[in-house]
């Protein structure tokens, strides 16, 4: 590359005059930290770099990378919601390793500020006594959990894992616009972009000094092990569930780190102690990095409506019985108000100014303030004092530069004057600008930058990259922050090489004994019933690929066989008019939903081709016509859902979730074949009703070989009800849900046959001594009431 | 002047389905206050609980927290106990000018479970309400006490409402309660703290007994049969907390044994609990105040 190359590569892009940029200096000349990153973007053609980024943007995709958007503004607003793809910035932002080191000890200073003011707010009150804040913004802060007061945490910490949201001034120097202390997310989501930006700029991770992020990751890890004090107890991740806009990110997170992820339900607190309700009953937890906002995590002791928490829960931490990351009460951190007063506290409690500033922020509950307030309201963004939005999140009564964007009424002077202790006022900052690539060119985007601090026993850890917002607009101010931007990479460039590094490197404390897994009655219960779902699904399309071949042999003209295969999908509640019916849409539907609740526990690969599947049946809905062309499209479902059954069942290690998987096709698979049986292997007289419910057992060829005669009804009957080498007969599914149970029972330590295992043993023995000529239509219907009797049986044993 | 009390309460819950494991708190064991001594008592259930402590929560309410890890179709919550009440002095009106709460308040640097910081503004049962508000700013007058004032507001609010144990749920909002002018003490309660906050009064909520049978020749008082609610206000630095019955539009006095104290009906419940049950249940409260 020549430097002209480079120079026109670089002509067109102009930052905005007065604004810091991340690539280009104030003299218009490329920072050389970003030398490698343009070069190789110079050097690309345009075609070469669409696939580069198509890479990213798939692998995103792949992985089901999704966060709920809110309505509104960012990931932090909590009204409305939809789910959405990953909006990357292919571009990432390049930080030098010298001032991310500077940056770095400026979070670990503010950091361990944020510990000492909790620990005070919590403990003796001396700030607000000895005047540093005032009383009411902390009585009045619906985050200051009273029932925390006087708690002393196990550990002696309060904080453990925090983020900032940072942005630079125009005289290149970083401030913090919000302190996280709640329950940040972003961390996964980092690690997810990084992925993506490993696959776009493979090389420059093999040529340049890009700093790693696992090692941040792998002492975050030790340092929640090494919580557990005495070794007892394991560590959780709380999450408030699917519902919650990042759960992804917490169930990737939990299998990144290899921790449970729990949800309130999964505990229970007994003798003073949490645990979590296995299918083998309470196992106790020691550790918990709580992804949920406290005041929902208790009823009893917290807010009283919440649908989410664990009774109990504060009494456990109270009673020192566990630890959790962060302190519950933590939230009370994060309102505006308090970085008003932030750096006069600092230089009392740690005797030193703020290395890292926070965005100027004025209270006007106090007159000099005020008053300043409403002689600048030109300068200012005004809004709650208690709000723990960013400011960049808009709410409804914000007033900024003097007036009300969301269009509320009157005077802002008026307001400050009459409701002065709830505002606070807070400069309207300009952020830098960082180069995106869109339509080809490289433009100037306005950018946040969260970063992630985690305490370990050395000390706080700050993660080397972060997660950067980018705005969609050129606009600088953090109203251009708002309303769907796109997220980036943001790379740490040292001067030395780094050192090739991944969670997986050995070097560890005592702690990393693997226990033995553990699993929530929760996530069994959904892994039971994904396997019935997708197993409903399949013999659903079976069916319909029968009906549908029927239907086109012999037209509209009524065929017994025709009428009975649509009676039999009726009485599934699947309407025969709708090729691809709704309800098979919804089976579908069903097992995503519980596929969604163990994403932790779920191969990328097995999620993938779930979605494909129920994406596939949605689209084929749309354009399919009944006959042949839905006993093709049948077919293809078929082989998606063979695709996936394949995944999950040959490639799954045999740990006890997948059991509850196994059991719960199993169950579903012989209700069906019972009920195939019934409805066309039993009619006397009903023409083609053997051959097609060979043909709906898949078992065409194998009746051809084993009896090389006619269907008649005992061969049909032997082979789909009693023979124990078809994996298409009944006996053959209970002899695997005796397999499973046994195993089950085996591994909770349970003397003797259970309930479940009673009934089980009891319906293998029968079909085991059966003959064709006994499994008549009320036998059957017998046989799938047992088998009602076996799920139930497994339910009350296992599943809550 | 003094009185002694033998105090019985009982809160038995009935369920139609048992109620799954569960968890409970109870706040039913008077509090000892400068004119109020816990002289004996206990808290006890039936059936015993699996696991149980027993604290101060931050208000200084003693607080006992239960575990049962059975089902249950029926529990009982008693409290026993003899309790020594002195009458409050009355004195003089050392409160300050309604007008000048607020510049008082300012000046107490203290988030202290006693300080006034706590009830102000909005709690998890009351929001502002600006019909209750302009209820409570047409019971003053400029250049009234605080004391006067809250005086006024209470004396207002039993005028106004109809004692009616039917017209209302533990769950009813103060504004719904004040719209229709029914209610219990709970409701009168919560509707004269939204009005005392909107006047800049901080004010919180007490639950307790009241004396079951009058002395000779007095009127009974309203709230006697089941456990009572009446209101602390903070009537200025020097006057402090002050506690009034709007129920029976009087100053708390040697008829009211105070419990718990709290910002709202929801930091003092009797009974906070969980238990999980598909069917219906059914509670009944008895409350004896016998005086010895």
Redesign the interface.
């Given at each position: 590359m020549t430097p002209e190359q480079m120079t026109r590569f670089l002509s067109g892009y102009a930052p905005i005059e007065g604004v810091a940029d991340e690539l280009k200096r104030a003299d218009g000349s490329m920072r050389p930290v970003w030398d490698p990153l343009m070069r190789h973007l110079a050097g690309q053609s345009a075609e070469t770099l669409a696939r580069a980024f198509a890479r990213g943007d798939q692998y995103l995709h792949d992985t089901g990378v999704y966060f709920r958007q809110h309505s509104g503004t960012g990931m932090d607003a909590e009204t409305g919601s939809l789910m959405r793809g990953w909006p990357l910035s292919h571009v990432p932002v390049v930080i030098a390793e010298a001032e991310w080191a500077a940056l770095a000890d400026g979070i670990a200073q503010r950091a361990e500020l944020l510990e000492r003011v909790m620990a005070d707010l919590y403990g003796p009150g001396d700030l607000v006594r000895d005047g540093f804040l005032p009383a009411d913004l902390v009585a009045q802060n619906p985050e200051w959990l009273r029932p925390v007061v006087g708690m002393k945490p196990r550990s002696g910490h309060y904080l453990h894992f925090l983020a900032f949201e940072l942005g630079r001034s125009p005289d290149g120097s970083w401030f913090v616009l919000g302190d996280r202390t709640q329950a940040p997310s972003g961390a996964g989501f980092a690690l997810e972009n990084r992925m993506a930006s490993t696959r776009i700029f493979h090389d420059l991770f093999q040529t340049t000094n890009i700093e790693r992020l696992a090692g941040f990751f792998r002492s975050f890890r030790d340092a929640m092990n090494g919580l557990r004090g005495d070794g007892e107890g394991r560590v959780g991740i709380l999450t408030p569930g699917q519902h919650t806009d990042t759960y992804y990110e917490h169930a990737y997170i939990a299998r990144y780190l290899g921790f449970s992820l729990l949800e309130c339900e999964d505990l229970t607190v007994q003798d003073g102690r949490l645990a979590v309700r296995t299918i083998n009953g309470p196992e106790p937890v020691g550790v918990l990095w709580r992804r949920l906002d406290s005041r929902f995590a208790d009823p009893l002791e917290l807010d009283e409506t919440s649908a989410l928490g664990t009774p109990g829960m504060v009494a456990a931490l109270r009673a020192g019985a566990m630890d959790m990351v962060n302190c519950l009460g933590s939230g009370v951190l994060e309102s505006r108000a308090l970085m008003a007063f932030l750096p006069r506290i600092a230089r009392h409690l740690i005797g030193a100014p703020l290395r890292l500033p926070n965005i100027a922020t004025w209270w006007c509950g106090q007159e000099t303030e005020k008053s300043y307030v409403k002689a600048n309201l030109e300068r200012m963004m005004i809004g709650s004092a208690q709000s723990t939005k960013l400011p960049f999140d808009i709410e409804a009564n914000t007033a900024v530069a003097g007036r009300f964007p969301c269009g509320a009424d009157g005077s802002v002077s008026d307001w400050i004057e009459r409701e002065g202790a709830q505002l606070v006022g807070q400069e309207a900052v300009t952020l830098s600008t960082t180069p995106a690539m869109i339509d080809g060119k490289l433009v100037p985007r306005p950018m946040v930058v969260r970063v992630f601090a985690a305490r370990t026993p050395n000390g706080w850890a700050v993660m080397p990259g972060g997660y950067a917002r980018i705005g969609r607009g050129g606009d600088p101010t953090t109203l251009g922050m708002q309303a769907g931007g796109s997220v980036a990479d943001v790379w740490i460039m040292a001067d030395q090489p780094v050192v090739q590094d991944t969670l997986a490197r050995a070097q560890s404390g005592p702690f990393l004994r693997r226990l033995p897994g553990l699993l929530p009655a929760r996530a069994a219960d959904n892994l039971y019933w994904l396997g019935r779902y997708v197993e409903r699904a399949e013999g659903s399309v079976r069916v319909l690929r029968a009906y549908h071949l029927r239907l086109e042999e012999y037209g509209r003209r009524t065929v017994p066989l025709v009428d009975r295969l649509g009676r039999f999908l009726e009485s599934y509640g699947v309407d025969t008019r709708e090729p691809v019916p709704e309800a098979l849409l919804s089976h579908l539907d069903a097992a995503l939903t519980c596929a969604s609740k163990v994403r932790d526990r779920f191969s990328t690969d097995g999620w993938t081709a779930l979605n494909d599947l129920a994406d596939s049946a949605r689209e084929l809905s749309e354009r399919v016509a009944p006959g042949d062309d839905a006993a093709r499209a049948m077919s293809v479902l078929l082989r998606k859902t063979a695709g996936f059954s394949g995944l999950v069942h040959e490639n799954m290690f045999r740990f006890l979730g997948w059991r509850f998987l196994s059991l719960g096709r199993a169950l579903e698979r012989a209700d069906h074949m019972a009920s195939v049986l019934a409805s066309f292997a039993m009619a006397e007289g009903l023409d083609g009703g053997l051959d097609a419910t060979v043909e709906i057992g898949d078992s065409v060829m194998t009746h051809r070989r084993r009896y090389s005669v006619e269907t008649s009804r005992d061969t049909v009957i032997d082979m789909l009800a009693l023979d124990r080498d078809n994996p298409r007969s009944i006996l053959f599914q209970i002899d695997r849900v005796r397999e499973d149970e046994s195993k089950l029972a085996e591994l909770s330590g349970a003397q003797g046959v259970g309930e479940a295992g009673r009934k089980i043993l009891m319906l293998q023995t029968a079909l085991a001594v059966a003959t064709p000529e006994q499994i008549t239509a009320r036998r059957l219907s017998r046989t799938r009431r047992e088998l009602a009797a076996i799920s139930e049986a497994l339910t009350a044993q296992y599943l809550s | 002047m003094s009185q002694t009390y033998d105090i019985t309460l009982r809160i038995a819950y009935r369920y139609q389905n048992p109620a799954a494991?569960?968890?409970t708190?109870l706040r039913m064991l008077p509090r000892t206050l400068p004119d109020q001594q816990l002289l004996y008592g206990t808290v006890t259930t039936d059936p015993a609980p699996?696991?149980r402590?027993d604290e101060l929560?931050?208000?200084g309410n003693p607080c006992t927290?239960l575990?049962h890890?059975r089902r249950l179709s029926e529990i009982d919550f008693l409290f026993k106990g003899r309790v020594l009440r002195y009458e409050p002095a009355h004195g003089l009106d050392l409160s300050c000018a309604l007008e000048d709460v607020p510049r008082e308040?300012?000046q107490?640097?203290?988030?202290?479970p006693e300080?006034p910081?706590?009830f102000?503004?909005?709690s998890?049962r009351l929001r502002p309400e600006p019909e209750i508000a302009a209820f409570a700013r047409d019971c003053v007058a400029p250049g009234l006490s605080a004391l006067a004032a809250v005086d006024a507001v209470s004396a207002a609010l039993h005028d106004a409402f109809a004692f009616d144990p039917g017209a209302t749920e533990v769950t009813t909002t103060p504004i719904e309660a004040f719209r229709a002018r029914r209610g219990v003490c709970q409701d009168i309660s919560h509707v004269m703290i939204t009005g005392l906050r909107a006047l800049g009064i901080p004010a919180g909520y007490v639950s307790g007994f009241l004396r079951t049978t009058p002395p000779e020749g007095q009127k009974r008082l309203e709230g006697a049969d089941a456990m009572h609610a009446w209101v602390r206000a903070w009537c200025g630095a020097e006057a402090g907390w002050v506690a009034f019955d709007p129920t029976n539009a009087i100053r708390a006095g040697s008829d009211h044994v105070a419990v718990a104290f709290g910002r709202d009906y929801?930091d003092v419940a009797p009974v906070?609990?969980?238990l999980r049950s598909s069917g219906s249940h059914r509670t009944t409260h008895h409350v004896d105040v016998v005086p010895v």
């Open positions: - | 494991a569960s968890r708190l699996d696991h402590i929560d931050f208000f927290e575990a890890g308040v300012a107490i640097h203290s988030i202290a300080s910081h706590h102000v503004g909005a998890p929801s906070k609990g969980s």
